[in-house]
Nanobody, 122 residues
């Protein structure tokens, strides 16, 4: 069983930066691909970014503004969000996948956090 706890959400203005963190309680953290998803108001949950070893995969909507990274020694994955836009407003979820790939679809993720709210005002 993997438990994921997100932190770092909040209310910011457009153009600001925010850093989300996800702490995982699992001994074999390095063996999991980690992803971030988000669900905006009235929208379905969507892929944001994912990482397995180093280097991330990003949704087109956040490419160049968001950076995903992981620290296997600390069992954490981080999402650095720069140049935030009002359309980035959403609940952001951390997820862990036990597949060999770096999945971008929700169904390939086995464990989910509770989410953290990010609100970007214009």
């Amino acid at each position: 069983q993997v438990q994921l706890v997100e932190s770092g959400g909040g209310l910011v203005q457009a153009g600001d930066s925010l850093r989300l963190s996800c702490a995982a309680s699992v001994r074999t953290f390095s063996s999991y691909a980690m992803g971030w998803f988000r669900q905006g108001p009235g929208k379905e949950r969507e892929f944001v970014a994912a990482i397995r070893w180093s280097g991330g995969i990003y949704a087109n909507s956040v490419k160049g503004r968001f950076t995903i990274s992981r620290d296997n020694a600390k069992n954490t994955v981080t999402l650095q969000m720069n140049s935030l836009k009002p359309e980035d407003t959403a609940v952001y979820y951390c997820a862990a996948s036990n597949t060999a790939l770096v999945p971008t679809t929700q169904r390939r993720y086995d464990y989910w956090g509770q989410g953290t709210q990010v609100t970007v005002s214009s």
